[in-house]
Every structure is written in C-alpha cells, then in structure tokens.
C-alpha cells in the first residue's frame, strides 16, 4: 500500500464548478499537509499548506484535513481555466522533515 | 528573483555516457532534495541535502550520486544512465525540514536510449 493515495484523474470540469480532489495516507506520524499546483512544464509550487484537522480556506480554496479518518482535501470554487493545472496532496513529518507526494490529480477546467 | 535553476532543461543520451545535471538556488537554503516524477507514480525523492557535504539517499537512490560541496548547489550525476532512468527531475530546495515550503526548479527532461 503506498503511504499517499491520489486519484490521478483527468478531471475535467466546466468553468465555474465546485471541484474536490481527494487524498488518502496511511501514515499516522504525518503533521502537516500540503498541495503543490503544477502547471504543464513546470515545477510544483506550494498552493496551500495546513497543521491541523479542519478547514483552512484562501480565496476560491480550502484544504480540509481529517486526521481521524487519515484523509486530504482540496476544494476549489467557482473554478477557472487558469486553475488547469495538476495538483499534488504532499503531507510530511517533522521528525523525518520529509514530504511524501501524491501521485497528482490533473484537472481542466473548460470555459 | 528568489529561485532555482536546472541545467539542461531537456537532454537526450545514450546508456552508459555519463551525465550531470546542475542545480543552484539562491535563497540560503540549507536543505535541497531531487525527485524524479514518473506517470503514476508521481514524485520520488533520489537523494537529499541537509546543509554541505551532508548527503543522504531518499527512496530511489539506485544509480544515482549527488554531492553538495557549496551551499548554493547540489548536481545529480548519472555515472552509467540506463533507460529506466528516463524521467522528468526537479530539484528542490527548503530553508529547513518541518512543514517549510519547498521551492522547485523547472525540471529536466531526460531521456536515455
């Protein structure tokens, strides 16, 4: 079992569309979770990071964390064609200060 | 500008010709990482840095050397490359482990026929 699980997709969604994109991890010792957006021949670059089980919101996004059931979120509002891109769940450990990642979901957003 | 660089960005090669490719930042960072990202399996770090001539292997190592003897940078080398090694690299750098934000090059696609 890989320690991250991610949907690779692709989704594709109409502009405007609420999208959710999901991670599973097996790991307990994981304290803080984040998503890295990829967008086509680039490097990921951190989107939105958390500590804590709940909901953190910026802008048109909300990660959301559940530790209990060992789950990620990221959903994005009122979506855009330049939110087109592949997004990467990545929680990590203070203790082994490394990131384990998704294997990304790649979503299209469709004017 | 706040950032790291790859050189080359796209390399075709032949098994068994060695390879370097560079990596620099120049935001102090004391920690750098190298991920290759392959189609399903997303990005796996090789090797990684916690400050200068302190290496360590991630979890794809195999075939792979890095070394880090100034801050600012961090080659992976590819003493005898092989086709399984044709991936997509990014290197990585983060101004410490624990939760920091870790800044990512433009990547290099290589290719070993």
């Known amino acids: 079992q890989k320690e991250v699980e991610q949907d690779p997709g692709p989704l594709s969604v109409p502009e405007g569309a609420i999208v959710s994109l999901n991670c599973t991890y097996s790991n307990s010792a994981f304290q803080y979770f984040m998503w890295y957006r990829q967008y086509s021949r680039k490097g990921p670059e951190l989107l939105m990071y958390t500590y804590s089980s709940g909901n953190k919101e910026d802008g048109r996004f909300t990660a959301q964390v559940d530790k209990s059931s060992k789950y990620i979120s990221l959903f994005i509002r009122d979506s855009q064609p330049s939110d087109s891109a592949t997004y990467l769940c990545a929680p990590g450990s203070s203790n082994t200060g490394k990131l384990i990642f998704g294997q990304g979901t790649t979503l299209q957003v469709k004017p | 500008e706040a950032q790291v660089t790859q050189n080359p960005r796209y390399l075709i090669t032949v098994t068994g010709k060695k390879l370097t490719v560079t990596c620099s930042q120049n935001m102090n960072h004391e920690y750098m990482s190298w991920y290759r990202q392959d189609p399903g399996l997303g990005l796996r770090q090789i090797y990684y840095s916690m400050n200068v001539e302190v290496t360590d292997k991630g979890d794809v190592p195999e075939g792979y050397k890095v070394s880090r003897k100034e801050k600012r940078n961090f080659p992976l080398i590819l003493e005898s490359p092989s086709p399984n090694q044709t991936s997509l690299y990014f290197c990585?750098?983060?101004?410490?482990?624990?939760?920091?934000?870790?800044?990512f090059g433009p990547g290099t696609r290589l290719t070993v026929l």
């Open positions: 990585a750098s983060t101004i410490g482990t624990g939760g920091n934000e870790q800044f």
